[in-house]
């Protein structure tokens, strides 16, 4: 049932950028190994690893996501989350239980949720007020009541198996190419696996853009969505006012998977827009 309500999912029209990212990294990955089959298979486990808990504490491993810890931030945040949480499953029932609240050590304001069970803020984010946290958390909430936080899992796991994939096979030209130069005491083979090296960089970089432009495309669209969900928890106006304040920010200096999502989000004023027609349409 989850598999195929998953697949319906990324066939939609605001996910066709993710699809055909998927798409065309299967395709490459079966390319890489002699056997089609076999590539396409470990492709299709490593993309139900991701999407299993063990992808999701992977995800949060790698972004520094810790469980609270630090009392303060257990008695300010706690209460926050468990409010949020509230009002989101009285709109969506489907939201799951076991939902947990991780904080990571960016000073760059923001959060981001994953999988099916995690939302994660930086420390940064406690420079905002009590009101302007409950609406980024419930507009994290969205993102799991839509359901589009699993494919932040499968897009961030499969550019882990190519980049990996892509890794090995320039470990192993460049080992061959330096060897047969040594063997051959030719300066030529040398410069030629150089050039091959440099070549397969600029390949693997090209590959990497594209495909962010790609995710990038079906992310913007889900944005807005979550920004709505919020509005029906009775954060809009909060929400509006984190996203002026997150409108300062300079996305630059954020790092990871953020620097990714927050380059891809629609322009604040925009979103700010939206959020104040549906302010008025209330």
Same mark, same amino acid.
């Given at each position: 049932m989850y598999i195929l309500d998953f697949a319906k999912r990324l066939t939609k029209k605001q996910n066709i950028g993710i699809f055909i990212y998927l798409i065309l990294n299967t395709l490459l990955v079966m390319a890489? #190994?002699?056997?089609? /089959? $076999?590539? #396409? %298979?470990? &492709?299709l486990i490593s993309l139900g690893l991701a999407l299993s808990p063990f992808g999701e504490w992977i995800l949060r491993l790698q972004q520094g996501c810790k469980p609270l810890s630090r009392k303060e931030h257990k008695e300010r945040l706690t209460p926050l989350f468990n409010e949020v949480?509230?009002?989101a499953k009285a709109i969506d029932p489907s939201i799951p239980e076991g939902v947990k609240l991780f904080i990571s050590n960016d000073s760059t304001p923001n959060a981001f949720a994953t999988g099916r069970k995690t939302i994660c803020l930086t420390k940064g984010i406690l420079e905002y007020n009590d009101e302007e946290i409950k609406a980024i958390l419930a507009h994290e909430f969205g993102h799991l009541s839509a359901k589009d936080t699993? #494919? %932040?899992? /499968? +897009? @961030? +796991?499969?550019?882990? /198996? +190519? $980049?990996?994939l892509f890794v090995i &096979?320039?470990? #192993?030209?460049s080992f061959v190419g330096i060897v047969l130069s040594m063997i051959n005491n030719s300066l030529s083979t040398l410069l030629m696996t150089f050039l091959i090296d440099v070549v397969l960089v600029g390949v693997m970089?090209?590959? $990497?853009?594209?495909g962010i432009v790609l995710v990038m495309h079906s992310v913007r669209k889900n944005e807005y969505?979550?920004?709505?969900?919020a509005h029906k928890c009775g954060f809009g106006n909060s929400l509006i006012h984190a996203l002026d304040r997150l409108n300062e920010i300079d996305v630059q200096s954020a790092k990871g998977l953020w620097a990714n999502l927050a380059s891809s989000h629609p322009d604040?004023?925009?979103?700010?827009?939206?959020?104040?027609?549906?302010?008025? @349409?209330a």
């Open positions: 890489i #190994f002699k056997n089609p /089959i $076999t590539g #396409f %298979i470990i &492709y949480s509230s009002r699993d #494919f %932040i899992l /499968i +897009v @961030a +796991v499969g550019n882990m /198996i +190519v $980049t990996a &096979y320039r470990l #192993f030209i970089w090209l590959w $990497t853009k594209f969505e979550a920004d709505a969900f604040p004023d925009q979103r700010i827009g939206k959020l104040q027609d549906l302010q008025e @349409a």
